[in-house]
């Protein structure tokens, strides 16, 4: 067994120039970012964007073309039992025994680690309203997602890697995942990553973002960072004398009139800029914060721009 | 403690606790003294990452509208006049900004503009 690196603690994954081809196609390119302790991580991305690809090459069910990509301190490709029984996995698409029932299935993962917690296991049974007596082949597909979060989490995984747990469950259960997660970050101070496209509700637990766009890296950022520096700005000017372009960099899209325009900026210092464009359109500059939703297609073009520059 | 979070309206969580506990501190409903509760309990209680909670509860220190003594417990600091007094104008100032923004949209002039203020204060004070 390998001794642990002294970095497990602080960035349980790290990402560095991370690339993956299937055949001539690129899923992922010269990706690089680190997570730090203790955070949970939105991964997000549209379709086909590289996110599965990325979490199945982070628990070594994919080998990297070119980079390396270390969870819990160990190359991906080499985790051993030491690091596996700290990994919790929940894929889009698990693979159960289906012949089994629930309790069978749960009791059948939980021989694999010294450490199922049986407690927890009831517990989140009950919660998530799961009947341990049904056969995993008549499971509804909600159903199932709820048995894969629980095989994920009841060995109090310290990095907890998630695809797209929550799509086919119902917003009440979803609301008490969220809370599951949450509860697991406060007994355990466990590390999520988490992909979704139902932002609204990822947005209530996440505290960073890594965007993926085409298999690229668009973001790494802190969530609250994110919030402060993205805004939509209404311009009203009593003159009518706004341009009908804006040239600054800081303004991502437009639209309007002379006298009344919207747009959507980012700016380091947000407030800074509301007083400048003020002064400089002599306009009232009325600014709101953005939604994760309303972000997401921001987040995306930030890399169009970057590859334009 | 009572708060309310919109997760949805783009404002920094942190910062809605923030400005949250700030007025309740302005209007007297958290007393100098009182407790608050734990990152932990608080956590739970507004279904927050507990790193917002303490994110939050650490600026608020630094700002000295709290303080924690004997080790742990998180307090309501006890407030000099004069910050109180920019504290209670603090948040009308903000809702006033939007106001006169509002007013000059709309070219209600400025007269107009206080009468109605004036107005408003004496109907609420009924």
């Not at chain 1, 949450?182 to 960073?208: F, M, P, Q």
């Not at chain 1, 600054?248 to 639209?255: D, F, K, P, R």
């Not at chain 2, 630094?62 to 600091?77: A, C, D, K, S, Y």
């Amino acid at each position: 067994m390998k001794t642990p690196s002294p970095f497990v603690s602080s960035e349980p994954l790290v990402v560095e120039n991370l690339s993956k081809l299937f055949g001539k196609r690129t899923a992922l390119r010269d990706v690089s970012f680190k997570i730090p302790a203790g955070r949970v991580v939105g991964l997000l991305g549209r379709n086909g964007a590289g996110k599965t690809t990325l979490l199945d090459l982070a628990c070594g069910l994919l080998l990297p073309t070119a980079g390396e990509i270390r969870t819990l301190g160990c190359a991906a490709r080499e985790l051993e039992s030491a690091q596996l029984n700290r990994l919790g996995v929940v894929r889009q698409e698990p693979r159960f025994l289906d012949w089994m029932t629930v309790r069978q299935q749960l009791e059948f993962t939980a021989s694999f680690y010294p450490h199922w917690d049986h407690g927890l296991e009831k517990r989140l049974t009950e919660m998530l309203e799961l009947d341990g007596a049904r056969r995993i082949v008549q499971l509804s597909q909600g159903d199932q997602q709820k048995l894969s979060i629980l095989l994920g989490v009841c060995h109090r995984p310290s990095l907890l890697l998630m695809d797209e747990p929550m799509s086919a469950l119902d917003p009440i259960i979803r609301a008490r995942m969220l809370d599951v997660l949450l509860e697991r970050l406060r007994d355990d101070g466990c590390t999520v990553l988490v992909s979704s496209h139902l932002l609204a509700d990822v947005e209530k637990i996440i505290d960073w973002v890594v965007c993926l766009d085409a298999g690229e890296l668009a973001v790494s950022a802190s969530f609250d960072e994110l919030q402060e520096s993205y805004a939509e700005w209404t311009l009203h000017s009593a003159t009518g004398t706004l341009p009908e372009t804006f040239s600054e960099t800081c303004v991502l899209s437009h639209e309007g009139t002379t006298k009344l325009a919207r747009m959507r900026v980012c700016a380091a210092d947000t407030a800074s800029e509301v007083e400048r464009f003020a002064s400089m359109y002599r306009a009232e500059v009325k600014s709101r914060a953005l939604s994760l939703d309303e972000m997401f297609p921001l987040l995306l073009k930030r890399r169009e721009r970057r590859a334009k520059s | 403690m009572l708060l309310v979070i919109d997760h949805h309206n783009g404002v920094p969580a942190y910062r809605q606790i923030m400005e949250q506990v700030k007025f309740q501190v302005a209007s007297g409903v958290l007393a100098p003294g009182t407790e608050l509760p734990s990152t932990r309990a608080l956590s739970a209680e507004l279904s927050l990452n507990p790193m917002t909670i303490s994110k939050a509860y650490g600026l608020l220190e630094r700002e000295g509208v709290l303080e924690r003594r004997r080790g742990q417990t998180l307090t309501v600091r006890e407030q000099h006049a004069d910050d109180l007094h920019e504290q209670k104008l603090e948040p009308l100032r903000r809702h006033l900004a939007t106001a006169a923004t509002m007013a000059r949209q709309l070219g209600v002039s400025p007269a107009q503009a206080i009468k109605l203020f004036r107005e408003t204060l004496d109907s609420t004070s009924k």
